[in-house]
């Protein structure tokens, strides 16, 4: 099954902690990217991929960062410099980055 | 800044066609419409774009004005599952290719 996978479904973590988010697919789609969601809100830009070993910073990177090691694989870490990062976490991937993108299930992470 | 302006919420009858409808005056002449939907607590789905001319597929069809100032996404036979935040995204190709999500509208189906 080709897809873009996330996992966990739900993740606590207590404030102060770094936590790492995964993001894998296998749709062979050079562009991959993560988003933000609050409720009731539109989903926001944090960081993108066009190719491996590069990525360029969306519109609200303070406080996260990623990598990209390999062509499936996007991780992004949370890091204690996220001043609010309860939030749902939204991986994407695209052909390139002039295509259509397409979303895993997402990530409700919870900082207590 | 969101560049489409969308209804809050809208209903109809299960079976029934369902017109969500889209203004995107300051829409550039090379930005593409997108339309995607979310289902409660799950990830964002693809739906149709399209560029000057009205598109069809097999979940939808997208019929954009002359102008190209405003759409309207057409689901012919709307299903409970159908249910959903739709959001219509005005987007160009090249460095600026970002998707920006508004709150979208919300279509309820009822049967």
């Known amino acids: 099954d080709g897809g873009i996978t996330q996992s966990p479904k739900y993740l606590f973590r207590k404030e102060g902690q770094n936590v790492t988010l995964s993001c894998e697919q296998n749709?062979?789609?050079?562009?991959m990217y993560w988003y933000r969601q609050d409720p009731g809100q539109g989903l926001r830009l944090i960081y993108y991929?066009?190719?491996?070993?590069?990525?360029q910073k969306g519109d609200i990177a303070e406080g996260y960062s990623v990598s990209r090691e390999k062509k499936e694989s996007f991780p992004l870490t949370v890091t204690s410099a996220q001043k609010n990062p309860t939030a749902f976490y939204l991986c994407a991937s695209s052909i390139t980055r002039d295509n259509e993108q397409f979303f895993g299930p997402g990530t409700r992470l919870t900082v207590l | 800044d969101a560049k489409t302006t969308q209804p809050t919420s809208m209903d109809c009858a299960e079976g029934r066609a369902a017109n969500l409808p889209c203004n995107h005056s300051t829409i550039s002449g090379n930005e593409y419409v997108y339309w995607y939907r979310q289902i409660h607590s799950q990830g964002p789905q693809y739906i149709i774009h399209g560029l000057k001319n009205n598109e069809t597929n097999e979940m939808a069809s997208l019929i954009i004005t002359e102008d190209r100032k405003s759409s309207t996404l057409i689901l012919p036979h709307a299903t409970l599952r159908d249910t959903a935040v739709y959001y219509c995204i005005v987007r160009a190709t090249g460095a600026n290719s970002k998707l920006t999500f508004g709150k979208g509208i919300t279509l309820s189906v009822r049967p």
């Open positions: 991929s066009q190719i491996v070993n590069d990525f």
């Open positions: 749709l062979n789609h050079d562009a």
